[in-house]
């Protein structure tokens, strides 16, 4: 029984310059009341490859003390592109919003991104190094991957280790959206 | 008999293998079936589809004639025959919940059908109803989509482990629940809170059977004992434990449940998990309770223990009965039918009195029985295993008996449950027909916003009414968080939340940004916080500016350091000696002043600025005076000390109109083409006309200078309400001139000193003696001035009276009616006021806690709806009136049981809405005759009030326009 519960995430401003910041309206119910905050967090996985790309774009708290319905626009920076490896940059990846209590995540909603060029010619022959103001990004935005990890809230043992199934399920979850990712990076390619 | 197990009837993704069904249910009113599974789904079907798809496809076994012992294997239709996940039909399957942390043990529907109950592994039990309307899709991000619309109302945790089985109350009020933590938790449905915890097993308790007739509870339990409880001071009445004192539990044998049942006449308690070494045989025995739970009958015939067993809800007899009997006889005697379920994989069904088995069902599934479930007819039974197989199984009246009708049945339960010392069930028979017609139309499903659902939507999803940031608010904001120290991002009120585009999009139109209302701040650490906006159901802003005013009550009790705090930071006290009183306007008529003169703490107050000044000396300060996108603004600007202040009315930065002020401006109102009002420092009132800017009434003098002013347009009338410096509440009617009221709010807000203190030690603290400050201020329907005060109560001056009457509170923390959060789709005053008046005490925490205890959260409801009814008349709110009359008259008509004097209340506020005349313009009889006599026709109990009222409503209906007779 999870004390919140993600109602509804819609992507806003989409598609949209790869440098807008990225928005995301959500709608989340509570359940059951916390005593501390909810921490929603957007991470944008540079590399389908390597998980060391991995950017937080940003990381933001919410109160959980009133049960009910809430709203609210997350939005942050858009990734640096400096960090992304630049082979990866163009194609399909991964956005993670992520919500959190005392550290664990407990909920995690993953975005295939879209990046590529709208000028024919540069989609044609994409040069070695990127165009950043050339490129779009579009966030699939009506097929959000949902997972929910079981998470205690207040009503267990705080100090309760991070299981190793648990570890392994966050792996595994990641894993597959990240072969998925690959796999239409492929499929793009030989298109 | 025909058995059906349909290879999609189960739980499990479709392809993958199926997972275990741990309980199954079927729905006295309504027909549905609730499954439960290890995949910590429940899953609800329809009993009837279900019917019809397994006539289609009838794997009949021989009807052997009753009542020769049959032995039926049905393995033909069991485990492995089809692979599972076939495709389930359309509208077999009405809704999928998925709430549960772990696996689902225990599914239960309420007796009246309108709760589903459950338990699962996670330690929490839930609740559901269904609301009217189609499921939203299963959950976000999924792509199911519910044919019903279950909500899971407020998680219930106090087990400490696994919960294994849950039992409703007959009256549908409460249920118990029972938990590998060796205790029993009862539970009120209603309030959503735990009642009792029996402890007294000693091992983990895996069943647990509410007695029909109310007086027990029974328990049975892994330390081999059945523990009967008394349900009128819950201590033990009985423990039982002979027949289980040889019961196997070593692990191989060790059951899943132990699901006992009683029989609905009360007068058998099957029980489960039996063994007998001599004869080395599994049983179930079957106490009766004439003997006290001593003597019982055993059933044999299974190989494994006995899990469940499962009473048929109806009787049955052996030969039809015509229309005319009303009661069983010696050579058609009506008997129940008891089915038991198994680890050996079978059930088997018995006959009340016989202690042969009536069938034996061998083989039906790859794994234990562990639950069963009757249909309403008493000729559908359905099973489930832990191989993950639900099994459908339809009797013939031929083999099972005829069942009884429901007439001749309540006759014998009547008979019984008296002679077992219950008082006749709680439901009588319904004795006319208007009594039927008025429970048919209740039984339609309720949609969202009826007054019963109401309530429990209260309590689960309070949904906040949408209010949209108005500019006109903005100074006060920006005052109060400037007070608070902290730095703020500002919230982008005026624009909407628009994002800064940095290149205009090429191709697609992103999706418009929606006006969210949300602040941010930042923490330690430097993280940004968020409070995001609570949402409604898409009620639209009310855009008048009554209500956008109250309306920001939300906003303004949640700010913290709310305008007008009871800090008082102008410290000098004006002594202005006073030349008009509030009374003596210009030659208008007066309503009086009395409660200042009378008194004597308060006199002190008179003239004497305590509450602060409107606005800051100097600076300039604004005020829109409508909420067009390019609205007509006032502004004042002071030019310095010498000159005096201008007063200019402008739209999009054209100039409209301007005049000079002599003294600085400290308030602004107005409304586009009605009236503008300022009000000076030098304590003057200007009025101008809008439009023109031409003086429409000499300066009016106040005894202070102003603390807060607003403009309202109330039932056509411009009102202008100005609360000055010594608490001192005016409200002018300004197209006659005219003064409607002016009030001393001052005994509102000062520290309600001992009667001993003496005059001298007051005054000296007269600069404390404010308590709360005014934190809004409007005008009701009625034209009566409305203050809501930083403590968040409400009070609202009542002419006739002549004093302030508080509407909205947070004294009433028990009652059910006390929300956080505005209803959905309620946008009255009145809710409004009393949320924020909730709200704010739980934020200050200066709130009551609420104690619990049924008795007096029963007692508080009825007396805070009692309150809730008066505040409304108060008010002049005639919706929120009926509204709450009805709730009044359910909840006198539902619990007059535990409230002292409830019947007396019920019977009174008949008899007052029974006199001809009228209540805010509604006739009381109307009100009677649609609002309260329906809410009371639902429970039987009241039918013969109802009855009564009726007849006397409809005479006066014929006698109508002469005679005035007196209710009786």
Redesign the interface.
Known sequence: ??AV?????????????F???L?F?I???V??TLTQ?IEWKVTYVGSAEDQAHDQEL??????AD??????????VDPPEPKLIPSQDLVGVTIILLTCSYREREFLR?GYYVNNEY?DSELQENPPATPVI?KI?RNIVGDQ???TKF?HKFD?GDPNEELSVDRQAEIQAERDTLTEEARKRNTANAAV | MFFFRPSWLQHGAEGSGSQPVFSVDIQAVGGRLASAGQDCKIRIWSCEDLVKAGSLKTASKPSDSVPSRTQVLVTGAGEGSEKSGGKIPKGALLATLAYHAGAVNCVRFSPDGHFLASGGDDSVVLTYERLAGAGRAGAFGSQEEDVENWRCRKPLRAHLGDITDVAWSSDSDRFCSASVDNTVIVWSARTEKALVKLEGHNGLVKGVAWDPIGKFVASQSDDKSVIIWRTNDWNIEKRITAPFAEAILHDNNLAFFLRLNWSPCGSSLVATNAYAKKTATHLAPMFSRESGLTDHVDFIGHREPVVVGRFSPRLYSRKQFSGKEQKASKDNPAYTCVALGSKDRGASLWIAGSSKQFVHLDDMFGGDVVDLAWGADGYTLVACSTDGGIMLIRFDPAELGYVVPEKVEQNIFKELWQSFGGKSSENGLPENRVQVAIELERKKPATAPATENDMHTDRGEPEAVVVTPKPKRETKQAQGKEQNGTPVKPVPVETGNTPKPKTSPPTVNPIPPQQIRQREERVKGGRRRIIPQPLGTGADPVNDPNSQSLGNIWEATNQSGAVGSSQVDDGTTNKRPRTMGPGDLVGMTTSGNPAADMNPWVSSLKGQSHLPSAGRRGGSRCRAMDSEPVPTMLEASSQGSSKPTVLTCSKGGQVLWRDYVGSPILALAGSTGKFAAVATADAFLHIYKASSGRRFSPPISLDTPPHLMDLFETNGKCLLLLITRSAIVNLYALDALELVCSVNAAPLLVRIADADDDEEHSQENKNEKLRRGISVGSVSDREEPILVLSDGHAFVYNQRLQSWLRVADDYAPNSEYYRLVPPAGDTSLLSKLQAGAAMTARKKGTGLLPTGGLKRTAVETVTHLETLMASAIALGDVDQYKHFLACYALRLGTSEAVIDGGETKLREICEMLCEPGDILETPKQALLRKVVLPALSSSRRHQRLVEEFTVILDDFETEKPKVETVAP
Request: hydrophobic letters at 35%.
């Open positions: 029984m999870s519960d993600v109602f509804n995430v819609q992507v806003l401003d989409n598609p949209a310059p440098t807008n910041t928005q309206e709608t989340y119910e359940r059951e905050d940003d990381c933001v708290l919410l109160p009133t049960p009910g319905r809430f709203k609210f626009v997350l939005e909603v709208t103001d779009v959000p991957r949902v079981r009503f």
